[in-house]
């Protein structure tokens, strides 16, 4: 359940506890591994209080994703691509580093667990982002896929790798590699 503000105040320290211990479990266990009724115990509610909210733990996965989403979008909504593609991936990765080890775990994850929710955050960000671009939408729509799968998998496959070995490099440095990665295909691809 989204909060809005105007709920009680016993309905939004419910909804956030929930959320809080849904993401300790995330970055606990493999999603399949994640139950109602523990889930429930950890947040010191009832089950019926859990599916009062939510129908089902997918639907609280649903709604962790389109927060993401949301918020990423707002971040990213005044940029132009693809000439300012290079601001999407900085933002990208601050954002990604800033929302910790459980939307690390739902990134990176080669859980099948992930992978719908997974797609459906790319989908959107993808459709806001480029929806816009002359550039993009001139394109025939094989080559419109071929570029956001090249982007995608490219970003993703780099910030995947740079978790896994640990964050080795900063921010700023993994940021600038993946623009001089990413930038020159895309920028190649305009041509």
Known sequence: MILTGS??????????????VFEQMICEMDYSKIRVTELCSRAMINKKTFYVYYPTLDSLLEEMQSEYVAEYIRRIKDFKLPDELDKVNREFFLFSEEKGLAYEKITCAGSESYHYIRSGMIKEVNNTGWSSSKKYSTLPEYQQSMLMNFVNNSVLGIYRQWVEEGKQQTVEEITELTNRLVLGGVKGFFK
């Open 7 to 20: 709920e009680d105040l016993r309905v939004r320290r419910t909804i956030d506890s929930i959320k809080n």
